[in-house]
């Protein structure tokens, strides 16, 4: 019975690092993308076409933060987008650490 429910846990914890680990590079790849799109050399039509994707996507704090700065800086989006900045990176609703998340154990345990 113990042996069952380690690892039935170990399984629970493994299945929510292995979520996390892939949020992360989700993320990582969605800054890479926003990298692209604002270096100097991207092509006008498709940043045209990002910068119309990503604007939606500022208000409901799913945009990296220094995205939204360099946004900001040279004036690509409106302030009325930009989000309060209350604490963190935006209270880490955007790409959230281990520590939080981990109110997510429970539902996998």
């Known amino acids: 019975m113990l042996g069952t429910l380690s690892i039935a846990a170990g399984t629970g914890i493994a299945g929510w690092l292995l979520q996390h680990a892939y949020q992360h590079m989700r993320y990582s790849s969605y800054e890479r993308e ?12 498709q940043r045209r076409s990002w910068l119309a994707a990503i604007a939606p996507q500022i208000s409901i704090q799913a945009v ?46």
């Not at 990298?35 to 050399?41: D, E, F, I, S, V």
């Not at 933060?65 to 360099?70: H, K, Q, V």
């Not at 309060?84 to 996998?108: D, F, M, S």
Request: charged fraction near 15%; avoid cysteine; hydrophobic fraction near 50%.
């Open 34 to 45: 926003d990298a692209a799109m604002l270096a100097p050399g991207a092509d006008p039509e």
């Open 64 to 109: 990296a933060p220094s995205t939204i700065d360099a946004l900001a800086a040279s004036g690509d989006i409106d302030a009325g987008l930009l989000p309060a900045r209350a604490a963190g990176a935006y209270a880490r609703r955007y790409n959230p650490t281990l520590a939080g998340e981990a109110h997510w154990v429970p539902a996998y345990l």
